[in-house]
């Protein structure tokens, strides 16, 4: 099967729905934990954006357009894309994750303060 890319306008529209649902702002004080989800965030918006069959694009910007129509009803249009965050973050093919070896690792994370001058 052909893979399809996303137009600019349909990438700005994944990154903005995306955005909305999953980043919160860095604490005053973040964790190195904190920075990695960050990262992992990043990571997860350009695994979206990766070229794809294009069922797979269309079912991708239907939930997005979902959720730009109904976001001021905030129903769960943007669920679709919560629950493909958190598969792809912890490796699983079912929802809900039950276990992710990782999780030990990054709680340990939660503890350690960014360095001051640190780049985040």
Not at 53 to 66: A, F, G, H
Not at 90 to 104: D, L, R
């Amino acid at each position: 099967m052909e893979l399809r890319k996303l137009t600019e306008e349909e990438k700005q529209k994944v990154i903005t729905v995306v955005k909305a649902l999953l980043f919160e702002e860095l604490p005053e004080e973040p964790t190195e934990y904190d920075v990695l989800m960050k990262q992992k965030r990043e990571e997860y918006i350009q695994s979206l954006l990766k070229d794809n069959e294009p069922s797979q694009i269309n079912d991708l910007l239907e939930m997005c357009e979902r959720y730009l129509d109904d976001a001021k009803n905030e129903t769960m249009a943007g669920f679709g894309l919560i629950v493909g965050y958190d598969m792809w973050l912890n490796k699983s093919a079912v929802w809900p994750v039950n276990h992710n070896p990782e999780w030990e690792e990054w709680n340990k994370l939660k503890s350690k303060k960014v360095m001051p001058g640190k780049k985040i």
